[in-house]
């Protein structure tokens, strides 16, 4: 299994990034698809989920209205397009897949960071 993260980078306050996440390994359409974050010394936080099946989305309400994730399940890949950036949304941003509430099924990639500062 592989989650190989891209598309993080320095932006100024109010600019964009793109990150994608390459899938590998497992059966792509059948996993729910996250993206986490965590800043230096805070806990690990949700930030989107696109679930399988429905396709029904969540997001933490720091970034409702400004972010959004997407998925192909033809490629294997998941987005998330960051809009409006803040200083607060600095973070390394990693790319989840879990099965259902599975803890075995449940995979991480390396991580992206992303800066936000002028």
């Known amino acids: 299994v592989q989650l190989v993260e891209s598309g993080g980078g320095l932006v100024q306050p109010g600019g964009s990034l793109r990150l994608s996440c390459a899938a590998s390994?497992?059966?792509?359409?059948?996993?729910?698809m996250s993206w986490y974050r965590q800043a230096p010394g805070k806990e690990r936080e949700l930030v989107a989920r696109?679930?399988?099946?429905?396709?029904?989305?969540t997001y933490a309400d720091s970034v409702k209205g400004r972010f959004t994730i997407s998925r192909d399940n033809v490629k294997n890949m998941v987005y998330l397009q960051m809009n409006s950036l803040k200083p607060e949304d600095t973070s390394v941003y990693y790319c989840?897949?879990?099965?259902?509430?599975?803890?075995?099924?449940?995979?991480w990639g390396q991580g992206t960071q992303v800066s936000v500062s002028s």
């Open positions: 696109f679930n399988s099946g429905a396709g029904s989305t």
């Open positions: 989840n897949a879990r099965l259902g509430w599975s803890i075995a099924y449940n995979y």
């Open positions: 390994g497992f059966t792509f359409s059948m996993y729910d």
